[in-house]
């Protein structure tokens, strides 16, 4: 069985998506898996929202475990790229000067996103801001140094939180009453006491949620990489 490898800048904490493909298919003829990513606390306010938003929709398959906002489109990388990659898009972020920042997670309905596969994401919209957008450009100037395609022009900064099911995608008019999930079910919502001191905020004229961010994670296949974001302050640290 494939090893789980975290390099991490200092303190940051390990990341371990739940959507990660598999590990042994993701080296296979030398191409890593990648995705650069942040990641979101399984917070209870989050998770009071997400099931609230979902209903009664009939979900194949819940995604609030280890809630993430991409910063990329999926890529691949040959292996022989991964640390240079990883020096590139470090050093991209930094020279961006990004202090660690709060995300605002709307309190609206849930949008549908079509995958390439053929799933249907049910996702919470993120509010765009300047500091995603720098840092997706930071990221979109490591990937073309790589000659890999940059995210989506005019993206849709979301988290997705669940899959919808095959007959739902079919219905017209409001979702009947019935099972809710035919997945993880209700156990897909409960709160862990260790996201306690990483607890969101509640916004004093609305109901939308802020979670503070302060690193970029990126997955390639089974490695993981935390880069810290540190404002002005320059980065010595050598994976």
């Known amino acids: 069985s494939s090893s789980i490898c975290f390099f991490l800048d200092d303190d940051v904490p390990p990341p371990r998506p739940s959507y990660a493909v598999d590990m042994d298919a ?13 990641t979101l606390p399984k917070t209870r306010r989050f ?28 890529f691949w990388l040959w292996q022989h790229e991964i640390k240079s990659f990883i ?20 309190d609206q309905d849930l949008v549908r996103l079509p995958s390439d596969d053929g799933r249907t994401f049910l996702a919470l919209c993120v509010q765009e801001s ?6 997706v450009s930071a990221v979109d100037q490591a ?34 009453k019935r099972q809710r999930f035919s997945g993880e079910g209700e156990d897909a919502f409960e709160y862990s006491s260790s996201d306690e001191s990483s607890e969101d905020a509640v916004g004093s004229s609305s109901s939308n ?15 993981y990489y935390g880069i810290e974001l540190r404002g002005a302050q320059g980065d010595s640290s050598i994976l």
């Open 26 to 38: 993701s080296s296979r003829s030398g191409h890593w898996h990648s995705l650069v990513y942040l």
């Open 47 to 74: 998770l009071q929202l997400a099931k609230r938003r979902i209903g009664n929709l009939r979900c194949s398959e819940i995604l609030v475990k280890e809630a993430h906002l991409s910063l990329s489109r999926p």
């Open 87 to 106: 020096t590139k898009l470090r050093l991209a972020i930094h020279s961006r000067c990004v202090h660690p920042f709060e995300l605002c997670i709307l």
């Open 130 to 135: 300047a500091v995603l957008r720098s840092l």
């Open 143 to 176: 990937l073309l140094d790589f000659g890999r395609s940059p995210y989506f022009e005019d993206p849709i900064f979301h988290v997705s939180v669940a899959v919808l099911a095959e007959d739902d995608k079919r219905e017209q008019g409001p979702p009947t």
């Open 209 to 223: 949620i802020f979670i503070s961010a302060s690193s970029v994670q990126c997955k390639c296949g089974h490695l």
